[in-house]
């Protein structure tokens, strides 16, 4: 059966998983709770593993976030690098603090953190971390690493498990009103949300309750960070197009079912079936849904897959001939958004973010 037949039956009741009937009313949703309580038994040989696959993309990213991050509270505190920014130009700095930690202070929340693959590349940049999750399981193998995370300048923080997409129960303080339940202690409390693949979920008021408890998590200064990660609704059928090109199965390129089938109804809205349901993006439909929880939509970048990924089945030889034939590479949109502007940060004074 192979690695997908391997995984595919882990994760539905299949028999034939090359079948072409293929248990199509059995796919289930990929943001659910059920799938990814059964997919963390299988995590180590299938779950995309951004943290391996990034190329510097993605910790570039963060990097900015946690360097826009102190520079937006050096800028309310009046510390500045010397010689940096209209801070510097008013005179408002002061040398930087010894024994001064980059990031020291600063908080990120992976929201769908999964098996905790990127807590590291955020723990090195952010003294503080909070990891959330709605699968246990998947929390329980993040816990496994987190010791070797901690150290007297880096916390991070594994909660018990939430579902960020369940229905909001609204909420209001001082005038704003919140998507409740809340996470306690993350409401208007982090520098960054990094969010990668999680909102996938074909059940758009799912999808749109995450987001707008990611936003609500960010401090309401333009100096914080939501940064995503999700599918792309143009690889996906570009991806396809080429299996289909290439003669599928004879390709040498392995045997997709879902490269092979169309499904207008689910499509019509982003939805293709990667093993399960999930929610696909058009980079315009990426920036847009950011902007629409209040944030300001900064960019969208191409984050590339290799073809080994897309292709797990493919042969040496079918994959060697697809390099060397140029294809446009299959990718995943980064999404990059900041809470709106305030009094405080002029654009004369966003030189330095």
């Excluded at 880096?154 to 809340?182: M, N, W, Y």
């Excluded at 089938?261 to 315009?284: D, G, I, L, Q, W």
Aim: include cysteine; aromatic fraction near 8%.
């Amino acid at each position: 059966m192979g690695r997908l037949g391997h995984i595919l039956k882990t994760l539905l009741p299949l028999g034939d998983v090359h079948h072409s009937s293929f248990a199509e009313d059995q796919r289930p949703d990929a943001g659910s709770y059920d799938y990814w309580q059964r997919r963390a038994q299988t995590y180590e040989e299938d779950i995309y593993k951004s943290s391996e696959e990034d190329k510097g993309i993605i910790r570039d990213e963060i990097d900015a976030a946690a360097k826009r991050a102190q520079a937006g509270q050096n800028w309310q505190n009046g510390v500045c690098t010397p010689g940096h920014g209209e801070c510097a130009a008013k005179g408002r700095h002061e040398e930087v603090p010894e024994g001064f930690i980059p990031g020291d202070n600063l908080l990120a929340i992976d929201a769908g953190c999964g098996p905790g693959l990127w807590l590291r590349g955020l723990s090195r940049r952010f003294s503080h971390v909070i990891a959330l999750d709605q699968s246990q399981n998947l929390l329980e193998k993040a816990k496994e690493n987190q010791a070797e995370l901690q150290d007297k300048h880096h916390h991070v923080e594994i909660r018990p498990a939430v579902d960020l997409g369940q229905p909001c129960s609204k909420t209001e303080t001082d005038g704003k009103v919140f998507c409740g339940p809340e996470v306690p202690g993350t409401r208007e409390k982090a520098d960054l949300v990094a969010s990668f693949n999680v909102l996938i979920s074909p059940n758009k008021e799912a999808r749109e309750n995450i987001l707008r408890r990611e936003a609500e998590m960010l401090r309401p200064v333009p100096s914080s960070t939501l940064l995503l990660l999700v599918p792309s609704a143009e690889s996906f059928r570009a991806v396809r197009a080429l299996y289909q090109q290439q003669g599928g199965a004879e390709s040498g390129l392995g045997q997709y079912v879902d490269y092979l089938s169309e499904h207008p109804e689910e499509e019509a809205h982003n939805v293709f079936r990667v093993y399960a349901r999930t929610k696909h993006y058009t980079e315009k439909e990426a920036c847009d849904m950011v902007e629409r929880v209040g944030l300001s939509c900064a960019k969208v970048i191409s984050h590339p897959m290799r073809w080994r990924y897309v292709f797990p089945l493919a042969s040496d030889e079918a994959l060697d001939q697809l390099e060397r034939s140029h294809q446009p590479q299959a990718h995943e949109w980064i999404v990059v958004a900041h809470p709106k502007g305030e009094p405080w940060l002029s654009r004369a004074g966003a030189d330095f973010l």
